[in-house]
């Protein structure tokens, strides 16, 4: 089945201790997109400015995703420029220019209405309610950010009683529910609307609560951590690609979603933007799916 | 086969937004030791003053754990107060007392001697050579803290050298190796002696690394972190007890150990001082190792 990805798609600039990357293609739905491209089809609905370069246009169809629904905005596409620092899990935004995205609102073309799947990436939650007006997708997953946790709590509200699914990391949990410990919070969420919560720790790995109880498991253990940007949208593909190609949302199959999402968000992880993402197969998941079962096996 | 378990034994005050216990038992070897015993007979050698209740003798007694390396000196006990954030990851030292620990040489009775597993805890790395010579144990673990990292590194790095595990925490990997990447960080203290390398991470569960590799497990998710003192020691009693009852120390026995460890870890975590796993018996560490697996299969 199908899965529609709304969200951001940028011009990053990554400054880390091992090198910088100059305006390379970042955003989250770009991440999403390429890593659910390899289990299903995609359609893509974002901005863009006329300064999009088309390379980057000719990546994301390489992949066969459906990018009707990519729409070419007069102006300059919406960058991010960020610091991190040798302890990868501190990074500093040094400048955000919204640019196209500032006046964006989401139109979905038909194919992308009618997927059965939907990722509603981390935008405005008025936004993400305009995404849910036109979709007729039966399975919703949710990100969102501090932000709007705090500006905008009651279209948040909103938002978070029409989707399945919430993916968040710890630090959202605690904003939201004001719980300082991560699984007290968690089970809070699911009173806010989502049957499904799922609690990204980056390095630390990943937490999934159903109405079955709780899944955790570790991250793929990386010594080479190059540049984590977009590893958490990376980690929403693998999870609603799975998902989508399955066409199940039990519970063993959303364990196995949360590995797929923590593997291919560890090749994410070892290059620069999309670099690595970009060139992996599904060869190449199944086989770090397997070695991930070896490492974490007992 | 037994184990020995040498280290600090304290009267802990702790601060927690849900309450204060005051001089409860406490220190490294006490957590050790009461988690240890649920596995195989330990010796316990440490240190306490003349002011150290009965009550806290007669619980490790109740368990069995031999006590002729029990030291009584004349003075006060070690005394540590600590008080815990809301985030239970944050707690600050508000006092520290040596006291009779501050001129604490550890002699070893014959049993404790001839255990072949020992457990040197957290004390001056010249205290745990001196251990080292008056023991025949031939699997010892270390465990350490920054404070010798920076201070006496020779005489860590000769210890470093005569052991097998070392147990240690992130930031002690950091501070150890000067990798930020703590898989670079584990692969490099292989390289300074101990064949296996164990990194605690707290909520964010562990790693394990030996000559086959790497195997990493989160933590047993918890909604009730009450008072986490002594976690850490309670993690290496359970791994080195469980070591130490099957007497192996293969990789799928070092797994075991490390979930031993983990699920004993988090009982402690449930009540001020060692007051919940001073309760515990085999039979409900082996059923939350089940209810583990569960929330960790895929």
Chains 1, 2 share one sequence.
């Not at 040094?94 to 640019?99: A, F, G, M, V």
């Not at 501090?146 to 399945?164: A, D, S, Y």
């Not at 951590?225 to 399955?246: E, K, L, N, S, W």
């Not at 060139?279 to 799916?289: F, Q």
Request: proline content about 4%; overall charge negative.
């Amino acid at each position: 089945m199908s899965l529609t990805v709304v969200g951001s798609i940028a011009l990053d600039t990554v400054e880390t201790p091992w090198g910088k990357n100059e305006e390379g293609l970042g955003g989250a739905a770009t991440y999403c997109s390429l890593a659910a491209a390899n289990y299903t089809r995609v359609h893509l609905v974002g901005v863009v400015g006329d300064d999009f370069p088309g390379e980057h246009v000719r990546l994301l169809e390489s992949k066969s995703i459906d990018l009707e629904g990519l729409e070419r905005a007069p102006g300059k596409t919406f960058r991010w420029t960020g610091r991190y620092y040798k302890d990868v899990n501190r990074r500093d935004t040094l400048d955000t220019q919204l640019n196209v995205f500032e006046d964006f609102h989401p139109k979905l073309p038909q194919d992308a209405r009618d997927a059965k799947y939907l990722f509603l990436g981390n935008i405005h939650p008025s936004l993400q309610l305009e995404v849910l007006e036109q979709a007729h997708a039966g399975f919703v997953a949710l990100d969102t950010m501090n932000l709007w946790i705090h500006t905008t709590p009651t279209e948040l509200g909103k938002v978070l009683r029409r989707v399945e699914v919430l993916i968040v990391n710890d630090s959202e949990v605690h904003d939201l529910t004001g719980e300082s410990n991560t699984i007290r919070g968690a089970r809070a969420i699911r009173d806010l609307g989502p049957r499904i919560v799922v609690v990204k720790k980056g390095e630390h790995g990943c937490l999934l609560l159903d109405e079955e109880g709780m899944f955790a498991v570790p991250a793929y253990p990386l010594g080479d951590v190059i540049d984590p940007t977009g590893a958490g949208d990376t980690f929403a593909g693998g999870f609603m690609g799975h998902i989508a190609r399955q066409d199940r949302t039990d519970n063993l199959t959303l364990r196995e979603a949360v590995v797929h999402g923590s593997i291919v968000a560890s090749f994410a992880c070892q290059a620069f933007g999309p670099n690595r993402l970009a060139e992996i197969t599904m060869s190449d998941i199944l086989s770090r799916c397997d070695a991930f079962r070896a490492i974490t096996i007992f």
